[in-house]
């Protein structure tokens, strides 16, 4: 039984940092590329970064220059490291990744508020 649990989100001030984790039982990231994507209030969940099995990386441009997604094949764990945080920011994290289908995790809150 595949499933991925997020962890790491919570309330952080503007400017502040926060990383986010996905750990993948049943599925091996080594293997798949792992997404992370953000749902706001009243939007559509967004792609925010992505990476590949050869470690290549890609990023919405509201994100450049601030996350960083990494991999530890080892824990079979992907990171979210969210750096200079904005309002902006505030929504639920979800991991996904794909094999037979799509897998979701169940999303963690990640509210930047003064």
């Known amino acids: 039984q595949v499933q991925l649990v997020e962890s790491g989100g919570g309330l952080v001030q503007p400017g502040g940092s926060l990383r986010l984790s996905c750990a993948a039982s049943g599925i091996s990231f080594s293997i798949n590329t792992v997404h992370w994507y953000r749902q706001a209030p009243g939007k559509q969940r967004e792609l925010v970064a992505s990476i590949t099995t050869s470690g290549r990386t890609n990023y919405a441009d509201s994100v450049k220059g601030r996350f960083t997604i990494s991999r530890d094949n080892a824990k079979n764990t992907v990171y979210l490291q969210m750096n200079s945080l904005k309002p902006e920011d505030t929504a639920v994290y979800y991991c996904?990744?794909?094999?037979?289908?799509?897998?979701w995790g169940q999303g963690t809150q990640v509210t930047v508020s003064s």
């Open positions: 996904k990744t794909h094999w037979d289908r799509d897998y």
